[in-house]
DNA sequence: GTCATATTGTTTAATATTAAACTATATGAT
DNA sequence: ATCATATAGTTTAATATTAAACAATATGAC
């Protein structure tokens, strides 16, 4: 083999086992908002109203990486079960704050220490170190310009 | 900070930095496959004929981690396309199996050219050593049982 | 003030995805 | 041979997602 040709090797390879990984990760981990019935995108903005508090549609979109109109019609549902509720602000109208009901806050804060503990349950297949080696390493591949 | 929760706190961290990597660079990888109007189950469907030669659904399925039902769709569609050609198989009538046309051929032939290129450049940003050590890393996180 | 431009959120149309019900075929026990 | 079971692929209904067009509101130049 050229030099060339064992760099794409392990590029592909590389690559191959990190899109494995993150999907197994992804399924597992999801199967704890499929539980209660939240979808990842809900999870995601539920998660994210839990965390950083009220947000505008525009800013949760951000967040969670998906379209405005995808996060409208996420909203809309979550709104339907009474989990956020929408409220428009007045310095701005354009904006609408998403705020968490309490019976949303008690939802996200339940589902949320599961997923938190199968989290931690995945990741303890690697040591302290070993994490925070793949977390360096994901960053210097996550950094860039572009979606996502 | 008990000692629980910087375990916690470095579990969290590690996951959603896995998370964004691997968005990111799929966004970034999978313009390649827009470009030649080809959708990321799409590309992948004809990169497993490439590499593997003919298969059949199910197969097909297993190897991009969608439903079957999902596969008989885009198959309809590159058939359609005439990327794909489907042939009954006569010792056992069930089976389906899926192989390449010439000018599916030539198409994934091309496009795997960019995109393996497009991978080798992501993954630039680490040097051999880095790459391995995350291949490793990920395909720790990656066995285990369940859909992934 | 008025108009051009930006921005927030909504709607629409197209596509993708899944789970579950279904059809057709094969296999194995009796 | 027959029947129960399993398997491959299809269909259907529900949901998710995006890009693009759109409506409402804000901002800044003049």
Redesign the interface.
């Known amino acids: 083999m050229k030099p060339t040709d064992t ?2 090797y ?6 191959t ?13 999801g199967r704890n908002m499929a539980a209660a019935d939240l979808t990842i995108s809900q999870f995601g903005v539920l998660e994210a109203l839990l965390h950083k508090g009220p947000l505008c549609q525009r800013d949760i979109a951000a967040k969670i ?1 998906k379209s405005t109109g995808n996060i409208t019609l996420v909203i809309d549902n979550l709104e339907k079960r009474g989990l956020v509720r929408r409220e428009r602000i007045n310095e701005d109208r354009r904006y609408l704050t998403i705020q968490l009901t309490d019976h949303g806050l008690e939802l996200i804060h339940e589902v949320f220490a599961r997923v ?1 503990a199968a ?2 349950a ?5 040591t ?1 170190d ?6 360096t ?8 310009e ?3």
């Open positions: 760099t794409t392990r590029a592909l390879n590389t690559y086992k990190l899109m494995r990984a993150a999907e197994s990760v992804t399924s597992r981990v990486l938190e989290i931690v995945e990741m303890k297949v690697l302290h070993e994490q925070e080696t793949l977390g390493l994901c960053k210097k591949l996550g950094l860039r572009g979606r996502g």
